[in-house]
């Protein structure tokens, strides 16, 4: 038991500063971490170990950019029955088409993250599964169409700028080479690496039945044409912002430069998708230190944006589960159901 409250504790400084490490290069060797934050390789090793063994921290894969514009991606906003709501989400976390599942404050009981193929494949998923779920009684859909920033871009801000620049002066350029269309291996590859982003290439090329370079060449070229995006996790309220708010807005999305002096203004924003099928055309995820924090909130957003209106917010009461992480009320990784958005769902 003692252990186990243990694990509940606050991350100190170091484990805060090897998660924003590898948030910004996911498969950086120990090697170049320890150089970055002046400590042993071994050290830095051991350090991740026990935090992936907690389920505190992970490396993660997911389908990129290239891949979420190419299928059909989707925010679902679910009404129980009372009583039924916990019964529903824990279901929900186990159907790998749900990324992820949020127990909510404000007009719905839990938002789901849905990617499914196409649009009909979706409108099947609704009708035929979710529809009929018992304690479900109402949902409503939106479409996303674009993403203008990722989650998997937001940092922890725990590394200072000479920390920074040697983890980021050493990480591989992006190079985007010629759009290609993922074989099932590639498939294979990416699902994979969702349960464990740090896989070695060794362990990758053998249970896809083929050579070390060629597994390495294909991470390259995933990775480039954003067709696979490496991240890494951390239990939220470990981690020193403990408060997940969704904001639905509507703002003239056409003017990327002014969505980047939003970004730039809000920091603390980690994820802003461009939303079609209701009223708001934004959805806009933020992490925060404190529930007070929420106050001024809108009103920066409107400053940063002027023509930006705020239609309606919620805060994440809790994460059942997290792009294809099931988590316990901690926050923590307990285990994963595999992110496969190209298969039809059964």
């Given at each position: 038991m003692a252990d186990r409250l243990q694990e509940s504790a606050p991350l100190d400084e170091?484990?805060?500063?090897?998660?924003?490490?590898?948030?910004?290069?996911?498969?950086?060797?120990?090697?170049?971490?320890?150089?970055?934050?002046?400590?042993?390789?071994?050290?830095?090793?051991?350090r991740w170990s026990r935090l992936t063994e907690a389920g505190v921290a992970w490396v993660t894969a997911q389908p990129g950019r290239a891949q979420v514009s190419q299928s059909c991606l989707a925010f679902v906003e679910v009404d129980c029955q009372a009583g039924h709501t916990l019964d529903v989400a824990n279901t929900l976390a186990r159907w790998p088409h749900v990324l992820t599942v949020e127990h909510t404050s404000g007009g719905r009981d839990l938002l789901l993250t849905v990617s499914t193929p196409t649009i009909s494949t979706l409108s099947g998923y609704l009708l035929e599964r979710?529809?009929?779920?018992?304690?479900?009684?109402?949902?409503?859909?939106?479409?996303?169409t674009h993403v203008f920033t990722h989650a998997a871009d937001w940092r922890l801000r725990s590394l200072d700028p000479r920390q920074r620049a040697r983890i980021t002066a050493e990480r591989p350029?992006?190079?985007?080479?010629?759009?290609?269309?993922?074989?099932?291996?590639d498939r294979l590859l990416i699902?994979?690496?969702?349960?464990?982003?740090?896989?070695?290439?060794?362990?990758?090329?053998?249970?896809?039945?083929?050579?070390i370079t060629t597994?390495?060449?294909?991470?390259?070229?995933l990775t480039a044409n954003e067709d696979l995006e490496l991240?890494?996790?951390?239990?939220?309220?470990?981690?020193?912002?403990?408060?997940?708010?969704?904001?639905?807005?509507?703002?003239?999305?056409?003017?990327?430069?002014?969505?980047?002096?939003?970004?730039?203004?809000?920091?603390?924003i980690r994820a802003c998708i461009?939303?079609?099928?209701?009223?708001?055309?934004?959805?806009?995820?933020?992490?925060?230190?404190?529930?007070?924090?929420?106050?001024?909130?809108?009103?920066?957003?409107?400053?940063?944006?002027?023509?930006?209106?705020?239609?309606?917010?919620?805060?994440?009461?809790?994460?059942?589960?997290?792009?294809?992480?099931?988590?316990d009320p901690a926050g923590r990784s307990t285990s994963t159901v595999p992110i496969d958005i190209w298969s039809a769902p059964s």
């Amino acid at each position: 038991m003692a252990d186990r409250l243990q694990e509940s504790a606050p991350l100190d400084e170091l484990d805060l500063s090897l998660v924003h490490t590898l948030q910004i290069d996911p498969r950086a060797p120990w090697s170049r971490i320890g150089r970055a934050l002046d400590l042993d390789p071994v050290t830095v090793a051991r350090r991740w170990s026990r935090l992936t063994e907690a389920g505190v921290a992970w490396v993660t894969a997911q389908p990129g950019r290239a891949q979420v514009s190419q299928s059909c991606l989707a925010f679902v906003e679910v009404d129980c029955q009372a009583g039924h709501t916990l019964d529903v989400a824990n279901t929900l976390a186990r159907w790998p088409h749900v990324l992820t599942v949020e127990h909510t404050s404000g007009g719905r009981d839990l938002l789901l993250t849905v990617s499914t193929p196409t649009i009909s494949t979706l409108s099947g998923y609704l009708l035929e599964r979710l529809g009929v779920l018992p304690g479900i009684r109402a949902t409503r859909t939106q479409l996303g169409t674009h993403v203008f920033t990722h989650a998997a871009d937001w940092r922890l801000r725990s590394l200072d700028p000479r920390q920074r620049a040697r983890i980021t002066a050493e990480r591989p350029t992006r190079s985007p080479s010629t759009p290609q269309t993922l074989t099932e291996r590639d498939r294979l590859l990416i699902v994979r690496l969702g349960a464990d982003g740090r896989t070695t290439l060794t362990d990758l090329a053998q249970e896809l039945g083929v050579g070390i370079t060629t597994v390495r060449k294909r991470l390259r070229l995933l990775t480039a044409n954003e067709d696979l995006e490496l991240r890494c996790e951390v239990a939220q309220p470990l981690c020193g912002w403990p408060i997940s708010t969704q904001i639905w807005a509507k703002a003239e999305i056409e003017d990327r430069d002014a969505l980047n002096r939003l970004l730039a203004a809000v920091p603390e924003i980690r994820a802003c998708i461009g939303l079609a099928g209701g009223t708001a055309n934004l959805l806009i995820s933020v992490w925060l230190r404190s529930l007070p924090d929420i106050r001024g909130l809108e009103a920066r957003l409107t400053s940063a944006l002027p023509h930006l209106k705020v239609l309606d917010q919620a805060v994440s009461l809790s994460f059942v589960k997290r792009m294809g992480r099931i988590l316990d009320p901690a926050g923590r990784s307990t285990s994963t159901v595999p992110i496969d958005i190209w298969s039809a769902p059964s």
